[in-house]
C-alpha cells in the first residue's frame, strides 16, 4: 500500500470544486505522457525515470481522473444537472487499489495540486525529522543507565529507563518506546547481539562543547579543589600531606547501578563430557543502588556504619516506582546530615553526572525550549499532579495526571523582573503568553528577520551562532542559562559545593569501577531468584569493595584528569594511564612517548 503522510497540498477539509471535464482530460492525457513518455523514434517507450513511490501516486491519479472523465461524460449526456462524481471516482479508485477513504482524499489533494499548478506528489521518504537516538546527549543518558546494568544489558532495559516523567517529557512523548525502537537504538549505538562482546563508547566524548566544558569549568574546578584534598595512591596514608591548619575538602561521588538476581558468570572452563545444566530464564528481580564514594572514606556512612546516605530501590511500577530527582534530592539530604554530624571539621563537595534526574530544574523554570514566538494562551510548563501522599498521581490507563502551570518571569539586565505574561486587563492579550519575539523586543534585541528557530531541531543552528533565532537568542540571555537545577539550589542551600562531570566521561567517575568490582563479586555467589537473597548479596558484594580498592580507582580517574589538562584526547589519555597505573600525576615526557608509541 501506498504512504499518504503529504501534508504540504493543504489542510483537510476545506472544500474545493471539482475540475472542469476539459481540464481533467488534459491532465489525463499528460499523466499518460509522463508515466509512460514515447521514445523519438515514435516506436515504444522509454523508461520515465520516476521513483516507484511517485511512480504509483501518478498511477493512481491518472486512474482516478480516467473514472471521473468517464462519470461526467456519463452524467452530461443523461442531462443530468447534480454533480458528486469528483469524491465518488476517488472512492472508487481507492476500491479498485485496495486502499482507504483517506488514500482517496489524498487523491483528490495530489490531482487538484496537479490540475492547478502541475505539481507532482513529493516523495518525501527519508526526509522525516531525525530519530530521537540521533540526540547524544540522550544517547549518552542511555548509555549511562546500561553501563549501570552490567554486562548483560537488553532492550527492556531502555524502555524501562525511558518510561518515567522526566524522560517522556523531554522526549515530547506520552508513552515509552517500544522493545522493538530499543533494539534498533541499541544497534544504532553500537551494540551488536554477540558472545563477548568488548568494546568502549566513546560517541560525543570528544564533541566541542562537552571538552570545553571539561576543560574551562570542570577541570579548573576540580583543580582548585584538589589544593585542599588529601592525596591517596594504593596506601592507607597521605601521600601528600596538607599543610598545618589546613581544612580538608571531601570529594563525594555519586551514582547508581541496578543489580539482576539472575546476572551470574557465564563463561568458564567446562568439561567436553559435562551435561549442560539449566539456567532461570530472564534477567530475575532487579535491585538498583544509589550511593556516594569518597577515596577518603569509602561508602558515605556514620563511622560505626549504623548510618548511610545508600538507597536500596526496587525500580518499577508495581514496586518502588522510578528514581526520579525526588529521590535523588531526599538522598542528598541525609548525605548532608550525615557529613555535618559525623565529618563537620571538612568540606565536602559532591559530583553528580549529567543525568536528567540530576539536572532536572524546579517546576516552572525558565526554557526556551518549547515556547512559541507569538502570544500564546496554552502555552504553560506540563508538570505531574501530586496526591495527598505526595507522590505523582496516575489516571485509569496508567499514565501520570498532568497539569500547566505558568513559567516563571524573566529579569532583565539591570536586575529588575520581567513579566512574561500580558496583564488580565489587557484589550487583545488578556493573561497570554507574550511569546519570544515580545520577550526579546522587551529586551531591547531586534528580532526583525528572526524566525522562531532555525530548522526543525534546535541544533540546526549555525554552528557558534548565538542570535541567529528567537529559541537561541533567548537561550542564550543570562537569566535562561544561568538556571541552577533543583540538585544544585539544595547542595547551595545547605552551604555545600555541587559539580556536574561532563558528559560521556564515565572515566572520572571513580564509584564506576567500584560498581564494576561488586559486580564481579556478585556473579560468583550462590544464585537464587528469590529477592530477599538478591538484597543480601548486593549489600555483601558492594561491601566488600575495599577503601585500599576505591583509593586505586581514585587515583586512576586523577590520571585521566592530569591527561586532560595536558591537551591529551581521550584515546590518548585512556593509553597513558594504563602506562602510568599506579601514578595520580603524568610525566612531563609524555608527548615525547606518546609520539615514539605512534598515538599522536
Not at 491518472?62 to 449526456?77: C, D, P
Not at 529507563?161 to 512523548?173: I, V, Y
Not at 596506601?235 to 546476572?263: C, G, K, M, Q
Not at 496583564?423 to 519570544?436: R, W
Request: charged residues 30%.
Amino acid at each position: 500500500m501506498d504512504g499518504t503522510d503529504d501534508e504540504k497540498y493543504g489542510p483537510a477539509g476545506v472544500f474545493k470544486f471539482p475540475p472542469s471535464l476539459e481540464s481533467a482530460r488534459v491532465a489525463h492525457a499528460d499523466l499518460a505522457l509522463i508515466l509512460r513518455p514515447p521514445r523519438a523514434t515514435g516506436r515504444g517507450y522509454k523508461d520515465s525515470g520516476l521513483d516507484e513511490i511517485t511512480r504509483t501516486r501518478l498511477e493512481g491519479i491518472q486512474m482516478f481522473l480516467g473514472h471521473y472523465v468517464r462519470q461526467e461524460e456519463l452524467r452530461i449526456k443523461s442531462g443530468r444537472l447534480i454533480q458528486g462524481n469528483w469524491t465518488t471516482a476517488s472512492l472508487e479508485t481507492a476500491r479498485i487499489r485496495n486502499t482507504t477513504p483517506h488514500y482517496a482524499r489524498k487523491l483528490r489533494e495530489w490531482a487538484h495540486a496537479y490540475l492547478d499548478h502541475r505539481e507532482l506528489p513529493d516523495n518525501n521518504y527519508g526526509s522525516r525529522n531525525r530519530s530521537l537516538i540521533d540526540d547524544e546527549d540522550l544517547a549518552h543518558e542511555i548509555q549511562l543507565h546500561l553501563q549501570s546494568v552490567g554486562k548483560y544489558i537488553k532492550a527492556e532495559d531502555i524502555v524501562h529507563f525511558l518510561d518515567t516523567p522526566e524522560m517522556l517529557a523531554r522526549m515530547q512523548r506520552k508513552k515509552t518506546i517500544s522493545i522493538a525502537t530499543a533494539q534498533r537504538w541499541l544497534k544504532k549505538m553500537g551494540h551488536r547481539w554477540k558472545r563477548d562482546h568488548k568494546g568502549q563508547y566513546v560517541d560525543g566524548h570528544e564533541r566541542a562543547d562537552v571538552v570545553a566544558y571539561r576543560n574551562t569549568q570542570f577541570l579548573p574546578a576540580m583543580a582548585e579543589i584538589e589544593k585542599k584534598t588529601r592525596k591517596w595512591v594504593d596506601r592507607d596514608e597521605d601521600a601528600i600531606v596538607l599543610a598545618p591548619n589546613t581544612r580538608p575538602n571531601v570529594v563525594w561521588y555519586h551514582d547508581e547501578s541496578t543489580f539482576y538476581a539472575h546476572d551470574r558468570r557465564k563463561s568458564q572452563w567446562v568439561h567436553k563430557d559435562a551435561t549442560p545444566l539449566p539456567y532461570p530464564k530472564g534477567e530475575g528481580h532487579s535491585l538498583m543502588v544509589a550511593d556516594f564514594v569518597s577515596a577518603d572514606y569509602g561508602w558515605l556512612r556514620s563511622p560505626d556504619g549504623e548510618e548511610s546516605a545508600r538507597v536500596i530501590f526496587r525500580a518499577g511500577k508495581a514496586r518502588d516506582g522510578w528514581f526520579t530527582n525526588e529521590w535523588i534530592i531526599a538522598q542528598v539530604e541525609r548525605a548532608i546530615k550525615i557529613l555535618r554530624k559525623y565529618y563537620p571539621n571538612e568540606d565536602h563537595i559532591f559530583v553528580f553526572d549529567n543525568a536528567t534526574t540530576h539536572t532536572k530544574r524546579t517546576e516552572g523554570a525558565l526554557s526556551a525550549l518549547k515556547m512559541p514566538k507569538g502570544p500564546s494562551d496554552s502555552f504553560g510548563v506540563e508538570v505531574n499532579i501530586i496526591g495527598d501522599d505526595g507522590r505523582p498521581m496516575h489516571s485509569t490507563d496508567g499514565k501520570y495526571m498532568k497539569k500547566k502551570i505558568r513559567m516563571s518571569n524573566g529579569t532583565f539586565g539591570n536586575g529588575l523582573e520581567q513579566e512574561f505574561y500580558f496583564p488580565d486587563d489587557h484589550p487583545e492579550h488578556a493573561g497570554k503568553f507574550k511569546g519570544m519575539e515580545i520577550i526579546l523586543q522587551e529586551r531591547g534585541i531586534d528580532t526583525r528577520g528572526k524566525k522562531a528557530q532555525c530548522g526543525k531541531s534546535f541544533s540546526d543552528c549555525p554552528e557558534g551562532a548565538t542570535r541567529c533565532c528567537c529559541r537561541r537568542t533567548l537561550y542564550n540571555e543570562p537569566d535562561f542559562s544561568g538556571v541552577e537545577s533543583v540538585l544544585e539550589t539544595t547542595c547551595k542551600a545547605h552551604g555545600f559545593q555541587i559539580l556536574f562531570l561532563p558528559k560521556f566521561h564515565c572515566e572520572l567517575n571513580f564509584i564506576e569501577q567500584c560498581w564494576g568490582s561488586a559486580k564481579r563479586y556478585y556473579r560468583l555467589l550462590p544464585p537464587s531468584s528469590k529477592e530477599e537473597d538478591l538484597h543480601r548479596n548486593v549489600l555483601e558484594s558492594i561491601n566488600q569493595v575495599s577503601l585500599t580498592q576505591m583509593r586505586r580507582f581514585a587515583a586512576r580517574s586523577s590520571r585521566f584528569m592530569d591527561a586532560y589538562r595536558k591537551g591529551l584526547n581521550g584515546k590518548q589519555a585512556a593509553w597513558v594511564t594504563k602506562r602510568y597505573r599506579g601514578h595520580r600525576v603524568l610525566s612531563e615526557e609524555i608527548l615525547r612517548e606518546l609520539d615514539e608509541a605512534g598515538m599522536v
